[in-house]
C-alpha cells in the first residue's frame, strides 16, 4: 500500500511540475496577401484578398496567447496591416500603424508576432496605407 501512495504522488507531483512549467499557447498563420475578383456590393471589382479570399480569415484567439502572423505581399505596392483595437502584450510596435511599423514592400514577406492581451471581443484587421481599405480598380469585362 505505501508504494501505491509513494507512486501516486510521484504522479500528481509529475502533472502539477509540467502544468506550471507550460507556457501560453502559440497560433500560427501564413497569409498571402493579393489582388482577387469578388463582389462584396454585387459588383464584380479587384479587392485585397488573403490566401485567395475575400474577406480575409477569422483569427480565433483567446487571450494570453502568441499570436504568429506570417504575411507575404502579392501585391503590386506596400502592405500594412492594422490590428485594430488589439491591446498587444510584449510587441506593442507591431499594431501595424503607419510611422511604428514600416510597410511590407512587395514580393517581401513581414511576420507579426504578439500575444493578446485580457480583452473580451471581436476586432479586427485590415490594410492601412493610403486608400487601400475603400480602393475600387474598375474590372473589364469580356464579353
Same mark, same amino acid.
Given at each position: 500500500?505505501? @508504494?501505491?501512495?509513494?507512486?501516486?504522488?510521484?504522479? +500528481?507531483? &509529475? %502533472?502539477?511540475?509540467?502544468? @506550471?512549467? @507550460?507556457?501560453?499557447? *502559440? !497560433?500560427? &498563420?501564413?497569409?498571402? !496577401?493579393? *489582388?482577387v475578383?469578388?463582389?462584396?456590393?454585387?459588383?464584380? #471589382?479587384?479587392?485585397?484578398?488573403?490566401?485567395?479570399?475575400?474577406?480575409?480569415?477569422?483569427?480565433n =484567439?483567446?487571450t494570453?496567447?502568441? =499570436?504568429?502572423?506570417?504575411?507575404?505581399?502579392? +501585391?503590386?505596392?506596400? +502592405?500594412?496591416?492594422?490590428?485594430?483595437?488589439?491591446?498587444?502584450?510584449?510587441?506593442?510596435? $507591431?499594431?501595424?500603424v503607419?510611422?511604428?511599423? %514600416?510597410?511590407?514592400?512587395?514580393?517581401?514577406?513581414?511576420? *507579426? $508576432?504578439f500575444?493578446?492581451?485580457? #480583452?473580451?471581443?471581436s &476586432? /479586427? *484587421?485590415?490594410?492601412?496605407?493610403? /486608400? $487601400?481599405? @475603400?480602393?475600387? =480598380?474598375?474590372?473589364?469585362e469580356?464579353?
Open positions: 500500500m505505501r @508504494a501505491s501512495s509513494s507512486f501516486f504522488f510521484v504522479i +500528481l507531483l &509529475f %502533472c502539477f511540475s509540467t502544468a @506550471a512549467l @507550460a507556457g501560453d499557447p *502559440y !497560433v500560427f &498563420f501564413d497569409w498571402t !496577401v493579393s *489582388y475578383t469578388s463582389s462584396p456590393l454585387g459588383v464584380k #471589382q479587384r479587392v485585397i484578398g488573403i490566401n485567395g479570399e475575400f474577406p480575409g480569415p477569422i483569427l =484567439v483567446t494570453n496567447w502568441n =499570436v504568429v502572423v506570417n504575411v507575404k505581399n502579392n +501585391l503590386d505596392e506596400p +502592405l500594412l496591416l492594422t490590428w485594430n483595437g488589439i491591446q498587444h502584450r510584449k510587441n506593442s510596435w $507591431q499594431d501595424g503607419s510611422g511604428t511599423n %514600416c510597410p511590407i514592400p512587395s514580393g517581401w514577406n513581414w511576420t *507579426y $508576432q500575444q493578446v492581451k485580457d #480583452q473580451i471581443g &476586432f /479586427f *484587421y485590415f490594410p492601412s496605407l493610403g /486608400f $487601400q481599405r @475603400a480602393r475600387r =480598380v474598375d474590372m473589364e469580356s464579353s
